[in-house]
């Protein structure tokens, strides 16, 4: 059984402001990526964090950023227990997923 510290409902929408562990965690891991040269980051991470799992056109373009994601070395447990948190929920998942794209398209 997986814990789970976030109680996600539909009709919830995703606020950032709501979840400011989340934003940080995004904030530092936009940072530790801001300097590393590749495509895809975001969809690494979101890929990896939400299902564990990533494809390997992916690994293939960008293993530096897939090693990074399967290091454990940065701190993700918040954004990973909101995705387990939202899976039925598919608004506030995809307003998350685009929140997150963003938080990582930002200059550090």
């Known amino acids: 059984m997986t814990y789970s510290s976030y109680n996600v409902t539909d009709p919830q929408h995703f606020d950032a402001a709501d ?51 399967l290091s454990g070395d940065l701190s993700t447990s918040h954004i990973e227990r909101l995705f387990t948190s939202s899976r039925q929920n598919t608004v506030f998942l995809q307003e998350f997923e685009d929140y997150f794209k963003s938080a990582l398209s930002e200059k550090a």
Do not use: M
Not at 36 to 62: E, Q, R, Y
């Open 19 to 69: 979840y400011p562990f989340v934003s940080g965690e995004l904030k530092l891991l936009s940072q530790a990526l801001c300097n590393i040269p590749g495509t895809h980051k975001a969809d690494i991470f979101i890929s990896f964090l939400k299902d564990h799992c990533i494809k390997s056109a992916w690994v293939a373009d960008n293993p530096f950023v897939v090693r990074l994601a």
